[in-house]
């Protein structure tokens, strides 16, 4: 938001600040100065705050007001114009090509001179021929024969906007001779208004925020305390009615009537300073709209009357505010015809919609000014395309005016939803206070009586059905010793709270009530109310007076949160695995995750669907995880040799009426080469089940979770190589290499393995304590046994027989080979195991060692049929 200071200073004396100092004041009180320009005041020569700072000073000798006396045509060229112009001590001959003194041309001495801008010989100004913003100095040169040493300027010259279409032309005020700077230099500040912080979006609020700073008065703007509320018969209210179908989305509505006006520009001075603000000056009754909502913080929108009672066909007008339609249509001021949808709220009559409440007014009933194009209240002329039979010929003569209040969050949403944003919708989208309503009514009538000459109508409606609740909060001594670390005393509080128009009494000597004004929104109920006040407290008083202190609160007791300290250890562990964690969207499409079925296989599954889907493909929420991951895997399978990526996350699965259930899945593939292909090494060989199968039992291990494994059938896995992990009798998961069919459904380039695990069985399966075995001194006994088995025999049958029937003695047991031929016999295949002997009290012997392996032995033939092979 852009501001600049001589407005400010209507509302609040600043003199003896300077406006680098204005600044610093406004950052410490938590309004963020983005940029400072300067528009004629002098540039300080030094900042010790680090403000971004640029612009242009008027020379006090050399760029004056002057007064345009005759425009005279140049005897060598039809598009430059030569006139006489009087500085306030000498007449000159100036050449100009500005297009709005053409209409002079040729009429002999002006009976009324114009007022402009004038630049002498040596200016330094920018050049408004120049892209951006370059200076330049005036010199003496020959231009079509004619001499030119000055020149009469437009506003990009001065650095005051980027208009150079024209020069300026002064209000009547202007004395010739005048510095220009002494007349109407200024400097803008461009200030970060933050989401809940709509008060301060206006010159009044910021003047507020320096008078409580610096302790000076607050001069209120003038309004018609005349214009009361109208009731009776054959006032406004006869001739309009308001209709509030929900006063959650609009809790006041206001309205009142101007008649008579006279639609032209603006005085310059109010064109010079929307033009300061970033907005484009239109015509005097929409410029009056946009300056009052700049002044106090009140959008407002303009209708003409006269259109809505021919609309209304003789009754009167009857205003109602609702939401959309399905279906519903409007055209907007900017000429685009936007569908609406349920969510947004519309202003309409008996006819339908008239504005998009809040936003943007609509096209039929704006205010019109025939001797121009059509115009509305955020600039944009009529477009190409739009229909020429909605241009009236006739000029807007009577004013039907609108300030009201709406929803914060529907306004934003609704901005959002059609890519509208405005000045009215940046204000309304921060939560505008209801109380502001009938002020910026007044005040905007009054505008247009001053600029227009016409005649304000007796009476306003208002409509109020939902006034807010302005909060009361408590706040005591030791309330600000504990949230400031400082002791200030509650009759400095009170002084302070007043700048702000917070209303404040003692409820007791120890005890001060706070009321919120009528223009906070952000000061909430309760605790949060109270810390509100204190952060009030803290700004007025000076973030940089309150010194560091230590915490003088006890530190609350520690507690550990195991459930995220282990879902934390599996991330860790599978990122020391070689596995890349990824956090894919929660939302997708029911056509998205059925690619983990082979072709012909239904699904029936059901899906939360979003009732604002920001896209097709996200209109529901998943129910897979590994579908999250197998899509991420698929967009980068193209880009590296081998891939390794899990996700952990939430799937959704409705329940009715009732909020989804969220349980939460594990899931990964690994697609690729077990190993880079490098120099000495052109082939990797593929990851196979086996390298899945390992990380699946590292992680375990990580977790001590003694789990097993079985061949199990998925729909999504290759038949044969699936499994699932069993502990006890539960199945924390599956995995395997996926179906071929499925695998056609995606964009991979080797095989890819994968899994899907039940998160939450997993962290609950964890044990709380694990046994710890000392590392033995003593040395172990290496060696090696092969058994033929059966070949549906499990190896981890094998090796937990194994492990059980050596006991503490036997250290470790690690299956090394597999071998089958026609010596081991059909059926059959041979396991060879690496078994490690070691006791933690003493060497063991050759004995020792025999001793165990023929009991490790005799129970494998006994229990497994298992036979010794030589």
């Not at 600049?4 to 680098?20: A, K, Y």
């Not at 999504?716 to 069993?726: E, L, Q, Y």
């Amino acid at each position: 938001m852009r501001l600049p200071i001589s407005w400010i200073n209507e509302f609040v004396d600043l003199s003896g600040l300077e406006v680098i100092e204005i600044a610093r004041l406004l950052t410490l009180a938590g309004l963020e100065i983005d940029d400072i320009r300067f528009a004629g005041l002098s540039l300080p020569t030094s900042d010790d705050h680090g403000f971004k700072v640029n612009g242009i000073a008027w020379d006090k000798e050399k760029i004056v007001v002057a007064e345009i006396r005759e425009v005279g045509s140049h005897p060598n060229a039809d598009r430059l114009t030569l006139c006489e112009l009087f500085d306030g001590e000498i007449v000159h001959t100036v050449l100009t090509g500005a297009p709005n003194l053409y209409p002079f041309k040729g009429l002999g001495k002006l009976e009324k001179p114009i007022k402009v801008a004038y630049a002498k010989e040596g200016a330094s100004i920018y050049d408004g021929h120049a892209e951006g913003l370059t200076l330049t100095t005036l010199k003496r040169a020959k231009i079509r024969g004619v001499e030119s040493y000055s020149m009469v300027c437009s506003e990009k010259e001065l650095g005051i906007s980027e208009e150079h279409e024209g020069v300026i032309f002064l209000d009547d005020d202007a004395l010739a001779g005048t510095p220009l700077v002494d007349y109407m230099g200024d400097a803008v500040l461009e200030i970060s208004i933050l989401p809940n912080n709509a008060r301060n979006t206006s010159v009044l609020g910021i003047a507020r925020e320096l008078a409580a700073l610096t302790g000076r008065e607050l001069k209120k703007p003038t309004v018609d305390e005349g214009q009361k509320t109208e009731a009776s018969v054959g006032g406004l209210s006869s001739l309009v009615k308001i209709e509030i179908a929900n006063p959650e989305l609009n809790p006041r509505f206001t309205l009142g009537l101007i008649r008579n006006v006279e639609i032209k520009p603006s005085p310059y001075w109010v064109q010079k300073r929307l033009r300061l603000c970033g907005m484009r000056p239109i015509s005097n009754i929409v410029d009056a709209t946009n300056y009052t909502m700049l002044e106090l913080g009140e959008p407002l929108h303009a209708f003409d009357y006269d259109v809505l009672a021919t609309r209304a066909g003789g009754k009167p007008v009857v205003i109602s505010t609702r939401t959309a339609k399905p279906g519903e249509k409007l055209i907007t001021l900017d000429g685009v015809e936007r569908k609406l949808t349920e969510n947004n709220v519309l202003v309409c009559d008996e006819k339908g919609a008239i504005s998009l409440a809040g936003v943007m007014g609509g096209m039929e009933s704006e205010v019109y000014d025939a001797s121009k194009e059509l115009l509305d209240a955020t600039g944009p002329e009529l477009k190409e395309g739009k229909s020429k039979a909605s241009v009236r010929s006739q000029s807007t003569v009577n004013i039907l005016l609108e300030a009201a209040a709406w929803n914060f969050i529907n306004i934003r949403k609704t901005a959002n939803q059609h890519n509208l944003p405005s000045e009215a919708s940046y204000r309304f989208s921060r939560g505008v206070h209801p109380g502001l309503a009938l002020d910026g009514l007044k005040r905007c009538l009054y505008w247009m009586a001053q600029w227009s000459g016409g005649q304000v109508a007796p009476g306003i409606v208002d409509e109020y059905p939902l006034p807010p609740h302005d909060p009361t909060i408590e706040i005591r001594e030791s309330d600000i010793r504990r949230a400031l670390g400082i002791e200030i005393p509650l009759t400095e509080v009170k002084t302070l709270l007043e700048r702000l128009e917070f209303t404040c009494k003692f409820a007791s000597d120890d005890c001060l009530l706070v009321i919120a004004p009528p223009i906070r929104m952000d000061i909430g109920e309760g605790v949060v109310g109270l810390a509100d006040i204190m952060e009030e407290i803290a700004r007025l008083y000076g973030f940089d007076r309150i010194p560091e202190t230590r915490m003088a609160d006890p530190l609350p007791p520690q507690r550990g949160n195991p459930a995220l300290e282990a879902e934390e250890h599996i991330r860790d562990t599978m990122v020391a695995l070689g596995l890349q964690e990824i956090i894919s969207h929660r939302m997708t499409a029911p056509e998205i995750e059925s690619r983990l079925l082979p072709p012909g296989s239904e699904s029936s599954i059901e899906y939360v669907k979003l009732a604002n889907a920001i896209a097709p493909e996200k209109r529901v929420l998943r129910r897979s995880l590994l579908s999250s991951v197998l899509n991420v895997v698929e967009r980068n399978a193209r880009l590296r040799e081998s891939l390794a990526m899990f996700e952990l996350g939430s799937v959704y699965i409705p329940t009715g009426a009732n909020l989804p259930l969220e349980p939460r899945r594990l899931a990964f593939a690994i697609t690729g080469r077990r190993y880079e292909s490098a120099w000495d090494t052109k082939l990797g060989v593929k990851l196979d089940f086996y390298d899945l199968k390992g990380v699946i039992e590292a992680l375990m291990d990580s977790l001590h979770l003694d789990v097993s494994y079985v061949p199990a059938e998925h729909p999504s896995f290759h038949p044969g190589k699936c499994a699932a992990v069993i502990l006890g009798a539960s199945a924390l998961g599956v995995f395997g290499e996926l179906h071929p069919q499925v695998q056609e459904n995606f964009d991979f380039v080797s095989p890819v393995l994968a899994a899907d695990f039940d998160l939450d069985a997993m962290l609950a399966a964890i044990p709380a304590g694990y046994p710890l075995r000392p590392v033995s001194e003593f040395p172990p006994v290496l060696e090696d046994i092969a058994v033929i088995v059966d070949e549906a025999l499990p190896a981890d049958r094998v090796e937990a027989l194994i492990k059980q029937t050596g006991g503490k003695i036997l250290e470790s047991v690690h299956l090394f080979d597999v071998f089958r031929s026609e010596q081991v016999g059909e059926g059959k295949k041979s396991l060879a195991y690496a078994l490690t002997y070691r006791s933690s009290e003493g060497t063991l012997t050759d004995k020792d060692a025999t001793g165990i392996r023929t009991r490790i032995i005799k129970r494998l033939e006994n229990e497994l049929g298992a036979k010794l092979r030589s």
